[in-house]
C-alpha cells in the first residue's frame, strides 16, 4: 500500500472527503471527524486527510486535556490497544482505524500513536509513521530510542532530517558521551544526501506537520519533490559511503537495509538479494515489510530481464513467455508462504486470490476470493473476482448474482462500480440477456462514453432496432 494525494483516491472518498471539509468550515467537529474517518477507512494512505483529521482531534479535545483526563481516557482506550494489537498481526488497514478510534477521545494518547506506527510500518506509509512518532517524542522527550527512531524515520520518510539532528543534538548535550546517539546522528547525516528537498515547512520544529498540507497544489509539489529519482552519482555515492561503513559497523542491520535498497535502484539485483538475506538471517529478519521488500527486487529482476529482451528477435515472444511465466510463478509461491505464515490476513489471501487468477488456476482463486470477502477493504473487489471466476467456469447464474450483490453495497458509481456494472453486462450477454446487458452498458454510456467498448455495444444494439 502506498500513500496517496487527493487526485489518487476513489470518487466517493473524495465526496466524503469535501464534505469532511466543509463540516470542519463550520466548525461541525464531531460531524468532521466521522467523515475524515470514514475517508480513511476507504484509502487508509490517504495522508492528507489523516493531517486533517489530526489538526481537528487535538482542536476538538484542546491539545489533549489534563492529566486526570489522560487518565481516563487511558483506562477507557484499553479495550481498543488490545484490538488493535491483535488485529495488527491478521489486518493492519483495521487496526489503524483502531487507533484513529482511540485518538479521536486522546489525540495524544501514546498507545494509539504507537499503534498507528506499528501499523504504518507494516501497510509502507511512512509519513503517517513519522507524523505519529513526531507527537510520541513530545511526549516523551528524553526518551532516546523513540527520539532515534522518529530521526531515522525523517530520514527514510522524506521529512527534515534537520528536525531529527536538532531533537539528537539536544540529547546528545546532555550525554555527550553516548555512543547509540553519537552513532544515530552520524548515520543521520549520511543520509542526509537523499533529502534534497525535504518539507520546508518543518523546519523550525513547531508542530512539523501543522503547514505541511496548506492546499493541494502544494500537496502535489511536495510529493513529486518527495519522488525525485536520486541521479546515478548520488546513487553511487551513497553506496561507497555505506560499503565504508559497513566495514566499521558490521552489526549495523539497518545499514545493511539501506544499501540492499540503493543496489536494487542500481539493478544489481544479486547484491541486493544477498544484503536482504543477511538481514533476514537477523534478529530483523521477522519483519512483513522486509519480505515484501525482498520480493519486490526479485520481480524488479524479473522485469529487468524482459526490458533487455530484443523486441525484433525471432524468439522474442517465447522468451517474453518463458520470463512472464517464471516471475508469475515465483509470485505465487513467495505469496503462499506468506499466506502459511500469516493465514488471518485477509489482504494476503486476496493478493493470492489475484496470482492464481492470473494463472488460471480457478478453483483455488474462487477459495481465495470467498476467505478475502471478510475483509471490508477487499470485500467488493473480491465478489467481483468471483464472479469473473464463475463466468470462467461458465456459472453465468452465480457470476450475474455476485456481481448484482456487489453493486448494491456500492452506492456512489465510481471507477470500481463501474468495472462491476461492465462485468454484469458481459455476463448477462454471455446468458443470451441481450436487453439486460444493454441496460448495464447504458448506465456507464450515459456517464463515460469512452470507457472499454461500452459506446460499440450501445451503438450496435439502437442500430439492430
Known amino acids: 500500500m502506498a500513500e496517496k494525494e487527493i487526485n489518487e483516491i476513489s470518487r466517493d472518498a473524495r465526496v466524503l472527503f469535501n464534505k469532511a471539509n466543509e463540516a470542519a468550515q463550520r466548525e461541525n467537529l464531531d460531524y468532521a471527524i466521522a467523515l475524515y474517518n470514514q475517508v480513511l477507512e476507504k484509502e487508509p494512505g490517504f495522508f492528507e486527510c489523516r493531517k486533517l483529521l489530526r489538526e481537528l482531534q487535538l482542536k476538538k479535545n484542546g491539545g489533549g486535556g489534563g492529566f486526570f483526563k489522560k487518565m481516563l481516557s487511558g483506562a477507557s482506550s484499553s479495550p481498543l490497544v488490545a484490538k488493535g494489537q491483535i488485529a495488527l498481526r491478521t489486518n493492519p488497514a483495521s487496526a489503524l482505524a483502531i487507533a484513529e478510534q482511540i485518538l479521536n477521545s486522546d489525540p495524544n494518547s501514546s498507545a494509539g500513536h504507537r499503534l498507528v506506527v506499528q501499523a504504518a510500518q507494516t501497510l509502507e506509509l511512512p509519513r503517517t509513521g513519522t507524523m505519529s512518532l513526531e507527537i510520541l517524542v ?10 532515534i527512531e522518529f530521526a531515522s524515520a525523517l530520514s527514510s520518510s522524506g521529512g527534515d532530517t534537520r528536525q531529527g539532528e536538532r531533537i539528537l543534538t539536544e540529547l546528545l548535550r546532555h550525554s555527550p558521551k553516548d555512543g547509540e546517539l553519537n552513532q544515530a546522528l552520524k548515520n543521520l547525516s549520511a543520509r542526509q544526501t537523499m ?38 552519482d548520488t546513487t553511487e555515492k551513497l553506496i561507497g559511503e555505506y560499503e565504508a561503513r559497513l566495514q566499521t559497523e558490521p552489526k549495523n542491520l539497518k545499514l545493511v537495509r539501506s544499501l540492499a535498497e540503493l543496489y536494487t535502484e542500481k539493478k544489481q539485483f544479486d547484491k541486493a538479494t544477498e544484503l536482504y538475506d543477511r538481514v533476514k538471517n537477523s534478529e530483523m529478519g521477522n519483519d512483513p515489510s522486509l519480505e ?11 522485469d529487468y530481464q524482459l526490458e533487455q529482451l530484443d523486441a525484433t528477435a525471432p524468439d522474442y515472444a517465447e522468451q517474453s513467455a518463458k520470463i512472464e511465466a517464471e516471475k508469475l510463478n515465483y509470485q505465487i509461491t513467495e505469496c503462499q508462504q506468506r499466506v502459511d505464515k500469516y493465514p488471518t490476513d485477509l ?12 494463472a488460471g488456476k480457478i478453483t483455488e482463486a474462487i477459495q481465495e476470493f470467498q476467505k478475502a470477502q471478510g475483509n471490508p477493504h477487499k470485500r467488493l473487489m473480491a465478489m467481483n473476482y468471483l464472479a469473473q471466476c464463475y463466468a470462467k467456469r ?17 452506492p456512489v458509481f465510481d471507477d470500481e462500480k463501474k468495472e462491476m456494472v461492465y462485468n454484469l453486462g458481459c455476463v448477462l450477454e454471455s446468458m443470451g ?16 462514453i469512452g470507457y472499454k467498448d461500452v459506446a460499440a455495444k450501445v451503438d450496435a444494439f439502437y442500430a439492430g432496432q
Open 195 to 232: 533529502d534534497e528537498g525535504g518539507y520546508t515547512a518543518l523546519e523550525g520544529g513547531q508542530g512539523s506537520y501543522r503547514d505541511i498540507l496548506k492546499d493541494k497544489k502544494e500537496a502535489v509539489s511536495l510529493e513529486q519533490e518527495k519522488r525525485v529519482v536520486k541521479t546515478e
Open 433 to 448: 440477456k441481450k436487453e439486460e446487458a444493454v441496460e448495464q452498458f447504458k448506465l456507464i454510456y450515459e456517464m463515460d
Open 292 to 302: 515484501r521488500a525482498m520480493a519486490r527486487t526479485i520481480v524488479r529482476r524479473y
Open 347 to 358: 489482504a494476503i489471501r486476496f493478493e493470492m486470490g489475484q496470482l492464481y487468477f492470473q
Open 138 to 147: 513530545k511526549n516523551s522527550p528524553k526518551d532516546k530510542s523513540l527520539a
Open 394 to 410: 461458465k456459472m453465468y447464474d452465480m457470476a450475474a448474482r455476485q456481481l448484482q450483490n456487489a453493486i448494491k453495497e456500492k
